[in-house]
């Protein structure tokens, strides 16, 4: 008697989820919309999801299965869970989109605030990696320094200048992972190795004063789970403060889950900038990035960015405002701009000089606060 494949015994069990298969692979690369569900790394073809309901989910055969997977993590009450339907079926009858802003968005911003100190002011995108995309972009911004740093074993999803990998010995100069990424778009990434403080030291003593950020999921999770040592993390915030540089956890796995405020809470660490997924918006496509409102405010509305233009330094302005005699409050130029970055909680010290003729500079100068 001839011995059935694997693929063939699957196949004969799961007809439904094979004929799934079949079609779409004609029409999807690899039959897949994400290397994570195609079963290469198990045989077999993959199982095709006709429901979920609580704790199960239910294939194309209407075999039930306990799910461990949670839709990859998001799903912390479960499928369909009744309260969660609800409250989307609510939120659908009254549109699904507007393209402009709603108070649904101002409640999740005011409970992830709530959630993770760190994030003082959060912004919402569509995916995780958007929401580390858009992190780094701030962190370049604002640090006006172009490198980054990630460690070797770390996810941070599918950006070109993310998808590196770890260079040979000591050089620690990022290769691309994936085709399709030109090397010029992983030149500024630098992959260190989990937990070796000689190397993270030896990037910092070399290259410090060029780093923007260093990113890190501060619980590895996407190979296999390497909870790293609290002083290690702790070193990461000692050596990005240090160095101006930037300290960004990715919490798009361990936000809202390893504890309510991540593991920001559970190792008593703040970073400057946090990224978050799909568990902020119930597994459905959302993701966001926080932190500061100093270094949020980079993203501010027109009226921040027109401070920018007059060389807003931020340095506790306000206080120091306070503590000099005869301050701004005399000079109606600083006057009108200190005001709108102080209704904008701006912590805003304003330097008028280079845009002003050189006695009105010299006058503001002496405003200086
Ligand atoms: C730690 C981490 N960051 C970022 C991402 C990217 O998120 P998304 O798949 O929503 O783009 C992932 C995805 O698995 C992740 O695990």
């Known amino acids: 008697m001839s011995k059935l494949r694997p693929d063939t015994l699957r196949e004969s069990r799961h007809p439904h989820s094979a004929e799934l298969y079949q079609r779409a692979c004609r029409v999807i690369p690899g039959g897949v919309n994400s290397p994570v569900r195609a079963f290469r790394a198990v045989g077999g073809t993959p199982l095709f999801i006709a429901r979920g309901a609580g704790a199960q989910v239910f294939d194309a055969d209407g075999r039930a299965y306990l799910d461990f997977v949670g839709s990859w993590g998001p799903l912390i009450a479960g499928h369909a869970h009744p309260a969660v339907l609800a409250a989307v079926t609510e939120a659908l009858s009254r549109g699904m989109t507007y393209g402009a802003p709603c108070a649904a968005e101002v409640e999740l911003a005011e409970q992830v605030v709530a959630c993770y100190p760190a994030a003082e002011q959060v912004r919402f995108v569509s995916s995780g990696t958007e929401a ?11 640090t006006a320094r172009d490198l980054i740093v990630k460690f070797a074993g770390c996810y941070h999803g599918h950006a070109d ?8 010995g000591l050089a620690t100069f990022g290769r691309p ?10 030149a500024c990434t630098r992959v260190l190795p989990l937990d070796d403080e000689a190397a993270l030291e030896e990037l910092f003593r070399r290259e410090g004063a060029r780093i923007a950020a260093l990113i890190i999921e501060p619980l590895p999770a996407n190979h296999g ?3 790293q040592r609290r002083e290690f993390l702790t070193r990461l915030r000692e050596l ?10 990715d919490e798009v796995i361990s936000g809202f889950r390893l504890a309510r405020g991540g593991a920001a809470q559970l190792f008593r660490i703040a970073p400057d900038l946090a990224t978050f997924g799909k568990v902020i918006g119930g597994g459905m496509p959302v993701g966001a990035f926080g932190g500061a409102r100093r270094i949020m405010a980079r993203l501010g509305a027109p009226g921040a960015r027109r401070l920018a233009l007059l060389d807003v330094v931020a340095r506790g302005g306000r206080a120091a405002h306070r503590s000099r005699p005869g301050g701004a409050r005399g000079c109606a130029l600083c006057r009108a701009v200190s005001r709108p970055a102080r209704a904008r909680h701006l912590p805003a010290a304003v330097r008028l000089r280079d845009l002003l003729p050189v006695t009105r500079a010299r006058q503001c100068r002496s405003h200086a606060f």
Not at 177 to 186: D, K, L, N, R
Not at 240 to 249: D, N, P, Q, V, Y
């Open 132 to 142: 580390v995309m858009s992190a780094i972009r701030v962190a370049r911004a604002f």
């Open 161 to 168: 200048h993310l998808l590196v990998a770890a260079g040979s």
């Open 177 to 186: 992972s994936s085709a399709g990424v030109p090397e010029a778009f992983t």
């Open 225 to 227: 789970l390497l909870p």
């Open 240 to 249: 990005t403060s240090e160095h101006g540089a930037l300290l960004i956890f």
